[in-house]
């Protein structure tokens, strides 16, 4: 077996580890406990050691910039897609889904395969656009969520300043954040994981060792999709799927783009699962929400896990199928008939839950008039 299928089919047992184990996992405490490893020292610390290893290449300073673009198309654009999927406007779900479907996670989904099937220098391509990726997940949407959450408390518009003051102090207080500014003034001053005091950068490579386990780990624990949710979630990430390979080919018909990697790059990253930074920022919202009632909440955590579970075999399946067929995707018009063919594939669990729910509702009537019929005879 291809050795890039075994270590996306690792990642895949580590959730299926996690459903199994939730029959050992029986409180929400347990749970909340990994959920604060994962925030408070995991996750810091792979964001950490990504930074400090930031090597800026001035060939590829438009890549970050590219990226970026995506996720704020992606932002701006995409809400007017979830609608379609049965998702309220003003609901917590809502809210999760803005700030999840913009994000990216090619480490996870995407980097191992571009290595395999693109070699080293298009892996080197792909991790300087994820700078751009990185900033719009760790700090706009860390903001972004934030602004929401204290709109959806009543924060005023009297109380600019004193929302302005706490947003500062919650940015300053969270373990992320401080890492992040720690990471960027080591890189200023020429620092390295390898110029670094050597029981520093040990510790912070064995904290960062331990994140993608767990995070793994702690979604097949968390994970509860209900029926309901199941349309939902597929027609959201596959109208996601149909929205990115729209953009790209409209990119690379813009830009005249003529090398087949560089088109493939562009697609398979754009592909890229959902990230799990916009959770962290979700969770340290509903820590603070313990006491409001799950449908006035800013945000719907369960559904953000769901969505996380999903997003991940469907665009590993996708990019790895991408990439296997090669140059017969490096095509801006066969990229569009795709995306076109997902927006349209991604509207009909959305078309089978009005069918199912139409028939129960008819069944349901019938029913009512058979008693109702039996009754007056």
């Not at 207080?173 to 001053?189: M, W």
């Not at 069918?355 to 009754?375: A, C, D, F, H, P």
Request: glycine share 6%; hydrophobic share 55%; with cysteine.
């Amino acid at each position: 077996m291809n050795l890039t299928l075994q270590k996306a089919l690792t990642f895949v047992l580590f959730i299926v580890i996690g459903l199994l184990l939730k029959l050992k996992f029986k409180s929400k405490e347990e749970l909340t406990g990994i959920k604060k490893i994962i925030l408070n020292l995991a996750l810091p610390a792979t964001i950490f050691i990504a930074l400090i290893g930031v090597k800026i290449d001035s060939a590829l300073l438009s890549l970050p910039f590219l990226a970026l673009a995506l996720n704020i198309i992606l932002y701006l654009g995409f809400p007017y897609l979830i609608p379609l999927t049965g998702i309220k406007k003003t609901s917590p779900e809502y809210r999760t889904a803005r700030l999840l479907v913009p994000s990216l996670a090619p480490g996870l989904s995407c980097f191992p395969f571009v290595l395999e099937f693109l070699g080293e220098g298009y892996l080197a391509k792909a991790a300087m656009a994820d700078l751009g990726n990185k900033v719009f997940v760790l700090i706009f949407l860390y903001l972004i969520a934030m602004n929401w959450f204290y709109s959806q408390n009543n924060v005023t518009v009297n109380k600019k300043g004193s929302k302005l003051k706490s947003l500062i102090l919650a940015m300053i207080s969270e373990p992320v954040n401080i890492f992040i500014v720690i990471a960027l003034i080591l890189v200023f001053f020429g620092f390295n994981m390898e110029t670094l005091p050597f029981f520093i950068s040990e510790m912070m490579s064995r904290l960062g060792g331990i994140m993608t386990p767990l995070v793994l780990l702690y979604i097949g624990l968390a994970v509860h999709i209900k029926k309901k949710q199941l349309f939902k979630l597929l027609s959201l990430l596959l109208l996601r799927v149909g929205f990115v390979s729209i953009l790209t080919g409209l990119f690379i018909l813009s830009t005249n783009l003529k090398a087949e990697n560089d088109m493939l790059l562009l697609f398979v990253f754009a592909m890229s699962a959902c990230s799990f930074w916009p959770f962290s920022h979700i969770a340290i919202v509903d820590g603070q929400e313990k006491n409001i009632a799950k449908k006035h909440r800013t945000f719907n955590a369960k559904f953000a896990v769901n969505i996380l579970a999903l997003s991940f075999p469907i665009s590993t399946i996708l990019i790895l199928g991408v990439l296997s067929c090669g140059s017969h995707f490096a095509n801006a018009y066969i990229i569009l008939i795709f995306g076109s063919a997902f927006l349209l594939i991604g509207l009909i669990p959305v078309i089978l839950k009005k069918i199912i729910s139409t028939r129960k509702k008819s069944e349901k009537q019938k029913t009512e008039w058979v008693v109702y019929r039996t009754t007056r005879t």
